[in-house]
């Protein structure tokens, strides 16, 4: 049975990453197309994500400590990567850019339903691990920012604004 779980895991673990890789090169692409921060602060998250589920695909069949370790190099990447995220904003509100909305919100609404997929995904194993636990809140997470993203789109398309 036990067996069986981390299959599953396993397998599910790999569909997530790939689709977070996918978003995160997305990301990068509409968001330096569209010259906006959020996008590319999304693809940094994405880009981390993706390091935390290869991170517990590793830690899946190592040991509790293990498991515990690779939680915690998780969190510590979310740290560096959200020092980058602002850095990049400060960067583009002294330097100014000219974010376009739509682009913004067009790559939010595709990237909210794959985080859904995601969501789904992991919220059908059964007793899922720390690190398991750990991807789901990280979906959820980020289908939270797609949905601020929509937002902040739609209020620079409507405002013509960068902020």
Known sequence: MAARQDSMERRT??????LNIGLAVAFFATGAFGDSSALIANGLDNLSDSFVYAISL?????SAKWKRG????SGGL???????????????????SDPLGTIMIAMALIAAAINAVCVWLLA?????NVNI???NTFSYNDFAANLGIVVAGGLVAWLGTNW
Request: a positive charge.
């Open 133 to 135: 636990r750990a991807a």
């Open 58 to 62: 590793f830690a899946l069949s190592r």
């Open 78 to 96: 979310l740290i560096l990567f959200a020092a980058g995220i602002l850095y990049d904003a400060w960067r583009r509100y002294i330097g100014g």
């Open 70 to 73: 690779a939680a915690n190099v």
């Open 13 to 18: 673990l790999w569909i997530v990453l790939a």
């Open 124 to 128: 059908k194993l059964k007793n899922p």
